[in-house]
């Protein structure tokens, strides 16, 4: 069933935004934005700081109300149907505060069982993942007390656990060790292969145009581009066509005072 106000928004994509807006005081953050992420796709977000990623992102998964616009998980209205959008739905968020009195293990136990999952799968998924994101030895820690990384990677499992249809997440490379971004990746292509849909936002454009089908490129709030990501670079590196579409380099680096 198509729902209403979807007329002009894609039914079949994983992710369907239509004018989404968000204003922060006199700051638009972001400012009526339309994007489609095909299901299957492995979609990278990318922008300057302060372009507006994580702000889309948090309406786009019920964290963040928008002042404007609709957004459609696979055709569900996210802020309409919230619990049969976030039931399709793993989101690592940025900056939001984790249970981190709990173990890692708790953590990730109590985020299967608030899924609804049964003990004894949510015990078998939770050690599956702490055995490929490498922390098995620290499972019986207490979140409080992990790295950034590792609180990245236990914030990830939670996203994975119930095996949704649609993860999105917000720089999930930040802070996480070569070896564990790796297993990540691999994680994620073969989620994709399976028929997942896999949002990410990202700051490293290599990883990006290595790792990632389609992406969009947001800069103050607006979608500057968006498409398959050879389309988007269009034959140059995406890293030199998110500069030109961005803008922004300093010329000479500045700091002409800065040395020894
Ligand atoms: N809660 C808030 N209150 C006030 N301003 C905010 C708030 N959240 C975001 N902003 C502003 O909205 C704009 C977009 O921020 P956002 O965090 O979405 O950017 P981003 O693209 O994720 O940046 P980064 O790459 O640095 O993480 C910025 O100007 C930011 O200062």
Known sequence: MIEQGMDNARPHAAISVRGLGKRFGDKVAVNGIDLDVPAGSFYGLVGPNGAGKTTTLSMATGLLRPDAGQVWIHGVDVW??????????????????????????????????????????????????????????????????????????????????????????????????????ANIRSILAGYVERGGTVVVSSHVMDLVQRMCSHVAVISDGNVLAAGTVDEVRGGDSLEDRFVELVGGRAEGGGLQWLQS
């Open 80 to 181: 309409e149907r919230p619990l049969e959008a976030k039931g399709l739905l793993g989101v690592l968020a940025d900056g939001v505060r984790l249970f981190d009195r709990l173990t890692g293990r708790q953590l990730v136990t109590y985020a299967g069982r608030l899924r609804g999952m049964d003990p004894t799968t949510v015990a078998e998924r939770t050690e599956d993942l702490l055995r490929v994101l490498d922390l098995e030895d620290a499972a019986s820690k207490l979140v409080v007390d992990y790295s950034a990384g590792m609180t990245k990677k236990i914030a990830l499992a939670t996203a994975l656990i119930h095996s949704p249809r649609v993860l999105v997440l917000d720089e999930p490379f930040e802070a996480v060790d070569p070896v564990s971004a």
